[in-house]
C-alpha cells in the first residue's frame, strides 16, 4: 500500500508540469510544494521574501532550542521514510523550510549535496511532498518563517534527541 501511494505521488508529479503549468507565463506560476533549489528562482526569491523571519528568531535567538527543532522535524523525516520503507540513508541535502504560523510546511526547497547518496530525485520528490502534507512543526509563531540549513541522513544525534523529547 506505501508503495502505491509513493508511485502514485511520483505519476503526478511527472504529469504536472504538462497539465497546469504549461501554458502559464512563469509569473503566474504558483511555487509548488516542493521543488529543487534553482528551479522557480524567481518565486523563490519573491517567497523568501514573505518568509523573511527566521527559525532562530522565532525561538527568541536561543540557539540550542532552534537546533534542537530542527533536528526533531528531521528526525520525523527519517521516521517516516522508514515507517514507508522509503530509504533515505545517505541522503544529504540543503533544505530551505517555509512554515505557516502555524507550524504547518507551505514550501519546502531541497538540493542534494555532492556527497550525497544517488537517490531518484522524482521519488525523494514525492516522498517530501508526503512529509510536508502530514507533518507540523513543533513551534507555532506570529507570522510565517522560515530556515536553510543542512540535512543528512541518518540524522546525527539521534539519541540525544530521543533522550531530550522523553
Known sequence: MKNIILKIS???LIILPFTSFAHQDIKEVNLPKVFLIGDFADEFEEV???YKTQLLEVCEYDMSRAYFKWLV???EMEDMAESIDFDIKGVKMWLKVFWNEDGTIAHLAYFLKPRSRN???DELTAFLYTFVDQ???PLEAEQKF???GNASFPV???RKIDQESN
Open 10 to 12: 511520483i505519476l503526478s
Open 48 to 50: 523568501s521574501k514573505e
Open 73 to 75: 522535524m528531521l528526525q
Open 119 to 121: 537517490i531518484n530525485k
Open 135 to 137: 507533518y507540523s512543526f
Open 146 to 148: 522560515s530556515h536553510y
Open 156 to 158: 546525527v544525534g539521534r
